[in-house]
């Protein structure tokens, strides 16, 4: 394992000890974790906002917008049949029939 120092204010480093005592490992176990847990957040971030311009990219598409909106229309349906189900509700059989095997263009 590769190891590297790291200066600290003095009031975080009080705080890093601090938290070490509370969880009663070292201090080196806090900061790989803090580390680990901010670069696992910086790549989440990174990820949605690529998932954000490739959506924003796609919806300026006037044919992959109609898609995505007949799309979701269909899950709306089906959404709403599952939630019928699931509080007992009777579902008519026309409702049953919503979104499968059709798709629009």
Same mark, same amino acid.
């Given at each position: ?6 200066? +600290? @204010? !003095? !009031? ?9 005592? *509370?969880?009663?490992?070292? *201090? ?7 580390? /680990? ?9 990174? =990820?949605?906002?690529? +998932?954000? /311009?490739?959506? *924003?990219?796609?919806?300026?598409? @006037? ?11 269909? =899950?709306?349906? &089906?959404?709403? !049949?599952?939630?019928?189900? &699931?509080?007992?509700? $009777?579902? $008519? &059989?026309? &409702? ?10």
């Amino acid at each position: 394992m590769a190891g590297f120092s790291i200066r +600290l @204010p !003095e !009031e975080l480093e009080d705080r890093l000890d601090a938290e070490a005592r *509370r969880e009663g490992v070292a *201090r080196a176990e806090v900061a790989r974790l803090a580390i /680990a847990e901010f670069l696992a957040r910086r790549e989440r971030e990174r =990820f949605v906002s690529a +998932l954000v /311009a490739e959506a *924003r990219a796609a919806y300026a598409d @006037p044919k992959i917008r109609r898609e995505a909106l007949a799309v979701a229309e269909d =899950f709306a349906a &089906a959404d709403s !049949e599952a939630l019928d189900l &699931a509080e007992g509700k $009777p579902v $008519p &059989a026309r &409702a049953r029939a919503v979104g499968r095997g059709r798709r629009r263009r």
